[in-house]
């Protein structure tokens, strides 16, 4: 079923412990430990790229789309901070997502997220046992919209690992930039992170140019990253596949409505007792 979408000729990801799906493990490995990330190039087969972007472009008018001021931990603009704290940098996210509930169970990137063969690749890549879908109902997997003259800010991610697909680029701008494992699960790194926000970090950040149908992993809890501003006439897509190390892993009430403006009772429910893999900032 994988292979209807997946060149699994080329990423045989269906076949754990064959030579070639080994080969690919150890080249994400490697360009994770080196680089910070890995994007391994037509992942979905080229011929399902324009359905890729068209069931992305059908469900973007179902985001959320308010612009908010926010800063690069999440954390509510009005919390109490020492001075200098990087966290006192706010930034207008102008990017909108529209929820797992909102996407369809046939669509490409739904079969994807949910495929056995797919979680155990991305686990082995992660160097994991295995990896669980994120238990937010509606942060699991999601659709990044970007419309034109909008960014998505520097800001770290909740989930440790992130893996992610564009499904339509824009016509310039909206580009990826990121600065591999600036902070750790010991360490916050303010310094750096300081310099990044303040326009000082230019020798910290990398880019990339992604395409459709590519798959994206990198560490977006560690590595803290942006979108640039989109240009041109269309919007940029990106599927949000969000998946954990532990189980049971829910998104707090308050980064849950800024991101979706609603929450479900399972929100409500994880408030307190909220499962993360470290003591870092959200
Ligand atoms: O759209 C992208 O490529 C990045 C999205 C992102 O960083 C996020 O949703 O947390
Ligand atoms: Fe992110």
Redo the contacts with the bound molecule.
């Keep these: 079923m994988l292979d209807q979408f997946v060149d699994t000729d080329r990423y045989p990801i269906d076949k754990p412990g064959d030579p070639a799906w080994q080969e690919e493990i150890d080249r994400t490995r490697r360009e994770l430990d080196t680089v910070g990330c890995r994007v391994i190039p037509d992942f979905i087969r080229p011929e399902l790229h324009e359905s890729l972007r068209r069931e992305g472009a059908d469900i973007a008018p179902l985001a959320y789309y308010e612009t908010e001021i926010v800063n690069a931990y999440n954390l509510a603009i009005d919390t109490p901070l020492p001075a200098g704290h990087p966290g006192t940098t706010t930034m207008e996210r102008g ?1 909108a997502f529209v929820a797992y509930d909102r996407v369809p169970a046939d669509a490409i990137i739904r079969r994807l997220y949910t495929d056995p063969a797919f979680q155990h690749f991305i686990a082995s890549c992660f160097g994991l046992p295995r990896v669980h879908e994120l238990a937010d109902p509606l942060s699991r997997l999601c659709l ?1 919209v ?1 419309n034109p003259g909008k960014s ?1 800010p520097w ?1 770290f ?1 909740t989930n440790e690992f ?1 893996v ?1 697909m ?1 499904t339509q680029t824009p016509e310039s701008g909206g580009e ?1 930039q990121f600065c591999p494992n600036i902070r750790s699960a010991e360490a916050e790194n303010f310094h750096d992170v300081r310099a990044v926000l303040a326009g000082r970090g230019e020798h910290l950040i990398r880019r990339l140019t ?1 395409r459709p149908g590519d798959l994206q992993l990198f560490k ?1 809890r560690y590595s803290l ?1 942006q ?1 640039s501003p989109v240009r041109g006439a269309l919007a ?1 897509h ?1 599927a ?1 596949f969000a998946y954990t190390e532990q189980p049971g892993v829910v998104g707090s009430v308050a980064r849950t409505r800024q991101l979706f403006g609603r929450v479900l009772p399972e929100h409500l429910a994880a408030q307190g007792g909220a499962v993360r893999v470290d003591q870092l900032l959200d």
């Design positions: 990017n990044n970007i998505h800001h991610d992130t992610s564009v990826f992604l977006g990253h979108v940029r990106t949000i």
